[in-house]
Nanobody
Framework: QVQLVESGGGLEQAGGSLRLSCAAS????????MGWFRQAPGKEREFVAH????????DYADSVKGRFTISRDNAKNTVYLQMNGLKPEDTAVYYC??????????????????WGQGTQVTVSS
């Protein structure tokens, strides 16, 4: 059983930065692989970034590679998404997700077992 709570969203100008946080309520956080997804109005939820339970490997969507960085602090039961060089097309509700230990695939919605409620990110032009 894992509860995920996102925070850090808000309004930012194009070119600016935001850092999203996802706090997990579990005593075995280090055993979960974590991901970030986003959903814009009228669009399907899409993959943004992934990090393994050890934090040793990451994966990013091409649209955010070089601008976003996913990281985790297992001691704090928290995963982060540092978003730099924000663009208006980054506007969406951002969700964190968790899967226990391992997944053969990390980019699909069905690759994860637990989801947060989401946090709104709005980037103005």
């Amino acid at each position: 059983q894992v509860q995920l709570v996102e925070s850090g969203g808000g309004l930012e100008q194009a070119g600016g930065s935001l850092r999203l946080s996802c706090a997990a309520s579990t005593s075995t956080f280090s055993s979960y692989t974590m991901g970030w997804f986003r959903q814009a109005p009228g669009k399907e939820r899409e993959f943004v970034a992934h990090i393994t339970w050890s934090g040793g490997h990451t994966d990013y969507a091409d649209s955010v590679k070089g601008r976003f960085t996913i990281s985790r602090d297992n001691a704090k039961n928290t995963v982060y998404l540092q978003m730099n060089g924000l663009k208006p097309e980054d506007t969406a509700v951002y969700y964190c997700a968790a899967r226990y230990y391992y997944s053969d695939s990390v980019r699909g919605l069905h690759d994860y077992d637990y989801w947060g409620q989401g946090t709104q990110v709005t980037v103005s032009s």
